[in-house]
C-alpha cells in the first residue's frame, strides 16, 4: 500500500470514528447545559479547527503529490504552485471544511437533544441511497485484491468511512467516480445544509425539553456559516476557472513547441 493512501486511511478513521463524534457529544453537552459556558464553545471551535486542518491536509497532499500530478494531471493541481496563492488556497480550504464540519456537529447535536432517532433517520437515508448508488454503478467493492469476505467487509467499512467524510469535512479528492463520486458529493452537500435549517426548525417547533436555545443565536450561527460555505464555493469557482485558463494557455504553449521541432 502506498504511504500516502496509508496515511489518508489512518486519518480518515480517526476524524469519522473519533473527532466528529467527539464534537458532537460537545456541542451536545453544551446545549443541555444550564450555564454556557466560554470555555466549552472555545474547546468546540478548537476541534472543529483540528478537524478541517486535517481533512484540509488530506486534500492538500494529495493534490500537491507529484506522482499524482504526473499520471492524472487534468484532475489534480487546484493548489497552485507559487507560495503565496498556495498558501492563500490552503487557509480557503480549512475555512470551507471548518465552517461545514461546525454547521453539521451542530445540527446533529439538535436533533439528538430532540430525538435521536431523527438523526438516524436523516443519516441512515443519505447513506443508504449511497450504497445503492455504488451497487447500480457496479463499483461497491474496493481496489484492494483480497479474500471475498473479507472484501465485501472491507468495502462497507471504506464506504461508510468516505461517505461520513464528504458529508462532514468534503475533501475535493473525494469527488472522483472511484470513491463518492461528484453526484453523491454533491448531494451530500445539499442534503446536509437543508438538514441543518430542517434540525433547527424542528428544534423551535417540536421540542418542549430543558434544553434552550436563542432563536437568534440559532439563526446567527446557521447563517454566518452558510454564507462562509456559499462565499468559499463562489471563490473555489473563480479560482477553478483561472487555473483552467492557464492550463488552456500551458497546453497551446507545449503544444506551439512540439510543431516548431
Not at 463520486?181 to 438538514?195: D, E, W
Not at 462562509?228 to 469557482?237: C, F, I, L, N, W
Request: charge should be positive; include cysteine; glycine fraction near 4%.
Amino acid at each position: 500500500m502506498e504511504p500516502l493512501i496509508e496515511m489518508t486511511m489512518c486519518k480518515g478513521i480517526e476524524t469519522v470514528f473519533e473527532a466528529i463524534p467527539g464534537s458532537i457529544l460537545q456541542i451536545y453537552a453544551l446545549i443541555l447545559a444550564e450555564e454556557k459556558s466560554a470555555d466549552a464553545l472555545i474547546s468546540i471551535l478548537v476541534s472543529a479547527a483540528t478537524i478541517a486542518f486535517t481533512s484540509s491536509m488530506i486534500s492538500y497532499d494529495w493534490d500537491t503529490s507529484p506522482a499524482k500530478r504526473k499520471v492524472s494531471p487534468t484532475y489534480y493541481g487546484f493548489v497552485p504552485d507559487k507560495a503565496l496563492p498556495r498558501a492563500v488556497c490552503f487557509i480557503s480550504i480549512i475555512s470551507l471544511s471548518f465552517a461545514h464540519v461546525t454547521l453539521l456537529c451542530f445540527s446533529c447535536a439538535l436533533l439528538t437533544v430532540m430525538n435521536p432517532n431523527w438523526l438516524l433517520y436523516f443519516l441512515g437515508l443519505d447513506m443508504a441511497l449511497y450504497f445503492l448508488y455504488k451497487i447500480l454503478r457496479g463499483d461497491f467493492f474496493s481496489f484492494l485484491n483480497i479474500a471475498c469476505i473479507m472484501r465485501f467487509v472491507y468495502a462497507i467499512f471504506l464506504r461508510f468511512a468516505t461517505k461520513l467524510m464528504a458529508n462532514f469535512t468534503m475533501p475535493m479528492q473525494l469527488c472522483h467516480p472511484q470513491e463518492v463520486g461528484a453526484l453523491p458529493f454533491l448531494f451530500s452537500i445539499v442534503y446536509s445544509l437543508v438538514r441543518s435549517f430542517a434540525s433547527v426548525y424542528l428544534f423551535k417547533t417540536r421540542y418542549n425539553g430543558p434544553a434552550k436555545l436563542d432563536e437568534g443565536t440559532l439563526r446567527a450561527v446557521l447563517g454566518s456559516l452558510v454564507a462562509m460555505v456559499k462565499y468559499k464555493k463562489t471563490k473555489g469557482r473563480v479560482d477553478d476557472d483561472k487555473l483552467r485558463q492557464r492550463r488552456r494557455s500551458s497546453m497551446k504553449a507545449l503544444i506551439g513547441a512540439d510543431e516548431a521541432r
